[in-house]
């Protein structure tokens, strides 16, 4: 007979997680299927050890950038060593035992979905009132002729590194290929970034992208925007790739860092009438897709995120315990991990006029107004761009590309997202030297 269940999920990354913690809380009898290993892209291919990577480069540089200290040296066998701690060597026998000891049935397999309640893993049939599907995605490998008869990495094998290779091309300039160029830059390799739209991390605001490349382009990489990869040939042991301008440049390894497709081939939606969107899987507002049958994460394709995939965790999970709670996805941050960091919140001035919005913008050089970088680094850096909208007078959207930014953008994600009026914000203090002071010099700036 087969197991029977109040909840199967599908998929055990961030969004998996978090519902499966909330239904075992609640007292749910749960089976989570897991087809690699519980934690997801997230901590073991991509969040946890791309930002432990970029941090030990990132303490050199602040030392160099400091007053009388001396640079220390980066010492890439024990930072990899401290890498492979941090993504549990590969191995989730302790998140298992982890989940098996709260009471859940945890499944290693492939799952998918037969019909309404009923899941299939190897031959084995769980029926269940509700399915919630969390199988993320997966890279999308960019339509470059040539490029399978070469050595190319993903995020999986650029975060899981163990020598650096003397050249590296990266196709993709966004947040990925941006952490991605910086990491091997600064690990020693000579990198080229190729981007194939005008501008870097082209969906946020454009001085942003203008920002970040000049930054890189300081750092030595060399930066290739408006250029497209188009053909890719084997060279001895690495790889001639052909631009879109006839130039060739030559890499022992091709990292793709282009996008990310949602994962939902072969995991039986036909059999319960889901048809996904090329974007990902088409949930309402209370990630519901039909009658017991709910999604979160990646796979939805609303933000590719970890706070995205388990804030959708939080509410898939309220709904199924029988309260109503709805997504709102109103100024969630967008952070990368570069140094300085690129952050944002929001709409774009570009989006917000096209939602209709009567804009006022204000952007700062946070070096021109005020102290705070000069205290922090030598050759201060950083720059704060809002946007408000000028009828209800109250901040849509804002991106700071600074130290830390990733920290302090929060508080511009809050008035966002609470719809604080400006005026309300004009009042607030923030503490003297820090970079959070800048909300205020750039309020005061806005024209509304
Ligand atoms: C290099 C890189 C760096 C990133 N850095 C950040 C960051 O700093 N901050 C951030 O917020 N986001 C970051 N992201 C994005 C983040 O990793 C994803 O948004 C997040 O992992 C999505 O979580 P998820 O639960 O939807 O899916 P995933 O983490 O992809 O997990 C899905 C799980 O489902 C399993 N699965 C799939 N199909 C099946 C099946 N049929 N049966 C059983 N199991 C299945 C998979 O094996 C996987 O374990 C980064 C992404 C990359 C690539």
Redesign the pocket.
Known sequence: MADRFDVVI???????EVVSGKLIKAGKKIAV?????IG???AYW??IP??TLLRSPEAREEARRAFGTSTPTLDLEELFEYRDTMIRNLDDSGQVSGYEKKGATVIKG???ITGPGTVEVDGETLQTEHIVI????APTIPPVEGLDDVHVWT?REA?TIKEVPERAIIIGGGP?GI?TAQMMSRFGSRVTLVQHSERLINREDPKVGELIERFFEEEGMDVRVGRKAEKARGNGDGAVVTLDDGTEVEADVVVVGSG?SP?TKG?GLESVGVEPRKKGLPIDDRCRLAEGLWAV???TGVM????V?QYQGRVAAANILGQTWRADYRGIPRVV?SDPEIAAAGLTEEQAKEHGIDTASATISLPETMARPWTYEQDPRGHLGLVADRGRGVLVGAWAVAPMAGEWIHQAAMAIREEIPIERLLGTVAQFPTYSGAYLEALERLEI
Request: some cysteine; glycine content about 20%.
């Open positions: 599908l998929g055990m990354g961030p969004g998996g299927v897991e087809k690699e290993l997801g892209e997230c991509a969040c791309s930002k492939e799952g998918r969390a199988t993320g995605s995020n975060t990925v952490e990310r994962r995991i994460g990646d796979v590719p995120f970890t706070h995939a991990f």
